[in-house]
């Protein structure tokens, strides 16, 4: 139940913010940098695959164990902390992104034109952006890695929970399209992490990231990957040689 009304609510705010582009596009058709029915196949990818990238979407009980000290029971366990909570992430947001995307994608190609999620134009593409998807929810987990292996210095994480999950949400394109920043800004924020979570899938089957672009996303992406494992494998370590429960 959980799942199907937290599909329906995707749809519906899928639609309403097709509605208020469709609003700016008929005003002048001209002045966006992506064509409308690329816009529309991102919103309803956006939605479809809102629990796999959205940073927001807190693993809450690992930050009760390092708060609370229990996490010394997960410490006598024989696995690696990093890698445990790591594919646990990963577990969660793959869990509820199928529960919640099928609804999604199965509705909104019959839309009426205009409104309907469009196919991709060749298997390439399609097969770079299920790449690109998974890529986008391991960069997603290492982000989210590294805020909990901060926890550890903290007393409390929410402050920088709610600044981290503001600056993505904005960064990621949630909130605007990055197509639809400053020209002046855009290499900017190509580079950063945030741009390499739900932007870049999304931006790939629609055709908006195409030719040479195409692979030079894909490296930023493995890039941060690795970047942010070591930060977040780093901060760990460091934290659990100084932790007393």
């Not at 208020?20 to 992506?34: G, K, Q, S």
């Not at 992406?221 to 760990?236: A, H, S």
Request: charged letters at 10%; one cysteine or more.
């Amino acid at each position: 139940i959980a799942a199907l009304s937290g599909a329906a609510t995707q749809f519906v705010w899928g639609v309403l913010l097709i509605l208020l582009y469709h609003a700016f596009y008929e005003a002048d058709p001209d002045a966006f940098p992506m064509r409308l029915s690329d816009l529309v196949s991102y919103i309803w990818l956006q939605q479809a695959f809102f629990a796999l990238y959205q940073v927001w979407s807190w693993e809450n009980e690992l930050f009760e164990l390092i708060q609370t000290g229990n996490v010394a029971y997960e410490l006598c366990r024989p696995y690696r902390l990093y890698d445990a909570w790591f594919f646990r992430i990963i577990a969660t947001r793959m869990a509820n992104a199928v529960l919640r995307c099928f609804p999604i994608l199965l509705l909104a190609p019959f839309l009426p034109d205009g409104y309907r999620l469009s196919p991709p134009e060749n298997w390439m593409q399609l097969a770079c952006f299920l790449l690109s998807l998974f890529l986008a929810l391991l960069v997603v987990a290492a982000f989210q890695m590294v805020i909990h292996s901060l926890t550890f210095y903290l007393l409390n994480a929410q402050g920088l929970k709610v600044i981290s999950q503001t600056i993505s949400s904005f960064l990621c394109g949630d909130v605007i399209p990055l197509p639809f920043f400053p020209e002046s800004a855009q290499t900017f924020l190509a580079w950063l992490p945030f741009a390499s979570m739900g932007n870049a899938p999304f931006r790939i089957y629609s055709g908006d990231i195409a030719g040479a672009a195409l692979p030079e996303t894909l490296f930023r992406q493995l890039f941060w990957i690795l970047l942010l494992m070591l930060v977040g494998r780093f901060l760990m370590r460091q934290g659990l040689k100084k932790t007393l429960i």
